[in-house]
């Protein structure tokens, strides 16, 4: 195949100094005054494989609204759209390796055939050292609907917790911690 | 509801591995477990659409973006945007960063005793056109030493960054410039160890899109992820 001009481009680290080039209009914050939904935060902090944190990375989230709709043409669902969110953030992490996001609990969205998908919000990772995009998912600890999601039952399921973002007493905050390797080390997806 | 659309699963051999050891960084910061794949659901097929409407003409014009010109061989990088297919890539998000002409970053971690170039921020932007084309207005990025081993020196460089339609298209990568003889010894280009996939990441300089007793022409193309062209029970 690589004999055909048209294979990817390959892919090449972000590296450390990308702050100045991709300040994203809304960054972290993915919400507006009118849009719909339960407000939350979501927050974590990136460690490597010696534990350290990660202070160079850029995290970028992509989720449905509230009803469970992709901001996207490939989204033929029959339900409307909620046209105050966009679904996309950006962050880079800070000097700590954490990262912060202002949106709202996305709703479940279709898997494939008649299947449904838990509330889930997909994850990018940029960073110094890291040859390829990674990406995961934050699925939200506690929902009925984890059991039986189609992505979540293809994880082994002693790792299936390093997805699980856990909700904060009394708090609209949900934690989940990336671990790029080692003990704990986060699942991540051939996408 | 009609069933998402999947792309063609990656192909590993044109790409780099997580895991390079001459390239130090990727010792702690790659995955030691396989990746698991998962089906493209509506959450990989569909990806942020960008608003068009923030992005400036200037914003593709780094000579552009402050009160005098920057310092530097002036460059023009252009080239297409398109998919495994061979179909453009249209109204998607191009962003690009580089070091100056003396290599270095304007980022405040950035050391290296080289000047900074104050008419020169090394950011940009845009959205292609209708046929996946885009062009951008720059100085020639320099080389800089860097930490990774002794007497380590990136080659020239511009970082780019691309969405393409979907989560799974999102690509970063590096542009390289013909004939730089650091190339060999560097380790992040050559962790694409397929000779022939690393000259992918290699602009070509065209005399056609250089603009007469003002600037040079460099063209590059980048493929993103294209659709499969089998699509399969699962």
Redesign the interface.
Known sequence: ???T??????????????????PY?AGPNLVSEGTEGERITVEGRIT???G?A?TDALV?I?Q?DAQGR?????????KPRDEMF???GRAPTGEDGSFRFQTIKPGA?????DAM?AP?I?I?I??????????T?LYFAGEDSNRDD??LN??PEG?RRTLMAERAAGEPVYRMDIV???EN??????? | MSQPRPYRREQSAGQPAYLYPDYKSTLKRSPSQPLITIPHTLSEVTGPVYGHSRIAPVDADLTRQHAGEPIGERIVVSGRVLDESGRAVPHTLVEIWQCNAAGRYIHAKDQHPAPLDPNFTGAGRLVTDANGEYRFVSIKPGAYPWRNHVNAWRPAHIHFSLFGPSFVTRLVTQMYFPGDPLIPFDPIYGSVTDPRAGARMISRFDMESTVPEWALGYKFDIVLRGRDATPMEG
């Open positions: 195949m690589l004999d001009p048209y294979v990817q481009t390959p892919s090449q680290t972000l590296g450390p100094f990308f702050h100045d080039a991709l209009a490597d494989g010696d350290l990660v970028e992509w449905a992709y901001n996207h043409p490939e989204d033929e669902q029959d966009g679904g996309f969205v279709p898997g494939l055939h998908q889930h997909n990018c940029l960073a110094r050292g890291v040859m390829k995009r990674m990406a998912r189609p992505v293809l994880v790792r790029l390797q080692g080390e986060t699942v991540f997806f051939d996408i």
